[in-house]
């Protein structure tokens, strides 16, 4: 099947969309994929634009937790990840970002190998850029060892949910309350 923008396709298009906004960026990464074979990022930070991302989300079902990293770069509480590399998978990138950015290897067990979630969504700051984001779900523990990449990050921690409900929203990608919601949906015993 390769790892073009069929593959990628193949990956977004499988997602069950949660709500309409979600519906929304799914359309939109649909329409982005089948109109250029150009979906890898080239230069830093947004050549081209749009271009493909991996989310990791480091997520505790014990305790319904979150990690987060405080992204040196964005000035946002983001879920790990980074960019696909020219003919990567997706998933390839998520089980790379894991290991790059927190020192640990992707568990997949919550939602499977594929994404749970899919956005577009323009950056913030002086290079802005639109990503096409798909969001991996990782399980972890509060307890696990987390070796924080330095260079992207000023800091990691657990979060709550009552603790990102009552945070200002602009810390965080915008999306992350929706996805949030779609998570603790479909992971409900």
Request: no cysteine; hydrophobic share 40%.
């Given at each position: 099947m390769g790892h073009?923008?069929?593959?990628?396709?193949?990956l977004v298009a499988a997602i069950s969309p949660w709500d309409a906004t979600e519906r929304e960026h799914q359309a939109a990464a649909l329409a982005w994929l089948a109109g250029t074979r150009d979906i890898y990022r080239r230069v830093k930070p947004g050549i081209p634009s749009p271009?493909?991302?991996?989310?990791?989300?480091?997520?505790?079902?014990?305790?319904?937790?979150?990690?987060?990293?405080?992204?040196?770069l964005s000035g946002l509480w983001?879920?790990?990840?980074?960019?696909?590399?020219?003919?990567?998978?997706?998933?390839?990138?998520?089980?790379?970002?894991?290991?790059?950015?927190?020192?640990?290897?992707?568990?997949?067990?919550?939602?499977?190998?594929?994404?749970?979630?899919?956005?577009?969504?323009?950056?913030?700051?002086?290079?802005?850029h639109t990503d096409v984001s798909l969001w991996y779900v990782l399980a972890g523990v509060r307890d696990m060892p987390i070796t924080l990449d330095q260079r992207e990050f000023a800091g990691g921690r657990w979060w709550t949910r009552e603790e990102i409900e009552a945070a200002d929203p602009t810390r965080f990608d915008p999306h992350l309350p929706r996805f949030l919601t779609k998570l603790r949906a479909l992971t409900r015993p």
């Open positions: 073009g923008p069929s593959r990628v396709a193949a271009h493909l991302v991996s989310y990791v989300l480091l997520a505790d079902p014990v305790s319904s937790g979150v990690f987060l990293v405080d992204h040196r983001l879920p790990a990840g980074g960019h696909v590399e020219r003919f990567e998978d997706p998933l390839e990138t998520a089980r790379r970002e894991a290991m790059e950015e927190l020192g640990i290897s992707a568990d997949l067990s919550i939602t499977g190998p594929r994404p749970l979630f899919v956005t577009v969504t323009p950056t913030r700051g002086a290079d802005p």
